[in-house]
T-cell receptor, first 116, second 112 residues
Framework: DTGVSQDPRHKITKRGQNVTFRCDPI?????LYWYRQTLGQGPEFLTY????????KSRLLSDRFSAERPKGSFSTLEIQRTEQGDSAMYLC??????????????FGSGTRLTVV | TQLLEQSPQFLSIQEGENLTVYCNSSSVFSSLQWYRQEPGEGPVLLVT?????EVKKLKRLTFQFGDARKDSSLHITAAQTGDTGLYLC????????????FGTGTQLKVEL
């Protein structure tokens, strides 16, 4: 297993266009998380899945954002009608799941989105 | 809403100096993790602490979880240029689905 993969690494899009990002987690990790990060700041939680179920979605996530994990493996994050404020690094992470809260995340390298 | 404030926000030091980064919250966390992030990459886990007062060492890095599990610190001894990066603390709560709340970040630059 080569870790968490994200595709694409970079995306430049015009305002108003739709974009979709993909994340392939570590295969034995049942939890998958999406975070958004602006330069020099800490990541902000967007949503997470346990297997194929989306268990929590941040209030930061407007109706233009949707995420799926159809078979409990890879996940996609779609942004519709992009705005300049959507420009950020979108990070995917995976972890083991369970009652404890101390499983570390393995992050992907992120997708850098620039909306022009 | 759980917030984790890190201080300082920026730190620029010479190689060989010592430094401490602080992570503070008004909320209690079940666990506290520290990550380091380099430009253009995702954060990489350094350590997890789960017990109040716990101290963990990783070579020149020493991590401590506060007794009340509301704060943590990261101390680096004899910093090296390879320590340069964005340091992030992150707190988790039991029953929270292992969802982590990340701190505001400390950008460290170590120069020769």
């Amino acid at each position: 297993d080569t870790g968490v993969s994200q595709d694409p690494r970079h995306k430049i899009t015009k305002r108003g266009q739709n974009v979709t990002f993909r994340c392939d987690p570590i295969s034995e990790h049942n939890r998958l998380y999406w975070y958004r990060q602006t330069l020099g700041q800490g990541p902000e939680f967007l949503t997470y899945f346990q297997n194929e179920a989306q268990l929590e979605k941040s209030r930061l996530l407007s109706d233009r954002f949707s995420a799926e994990r159809p078979k409990g493996s890879f996940s996609t994050l779609e942004i519709q009608r992009t705005e300049q404020g959507d420009s950020a690094m979108y990070l995917c992470a995976s972890s083991l799941g369970g009652q404890r809260s101390n499983y570390g995340y393995t992050f992907g390298s992120g997708t850098r989105l620039t909306v022009v | 809403t759980q917030l984790l404030e890190q201080s300082p926000q920026f730190l620029s030091i010479q190689e060989g100096e010592n430094l401490t980064v602080y992570c503070n919250s008004s909320s209690v966390f079940s666990s506290l993790q520290w990550y380091r992030q380099e430009p253009g990459e995702g954060p990489v886990l350094l350590v997890t602490v789960v017990t109040g007062g716990e101290v963990k060492k990783l070579k020149r890095l020493t991590f401590q979880f506060g007794d009340a599990r509301k704060d943590s610190s990261l101390h680096i001894t004899a910093a090296q240029t390879g320590d340069t990066g964005l340091y992030l603390c992150a707190g988790g709560i039991t029953g929270g689905g292992n969802k982590l709340t990340f701190g505001t970040g400390t950008q460290l630059k170590v120069e020769l």
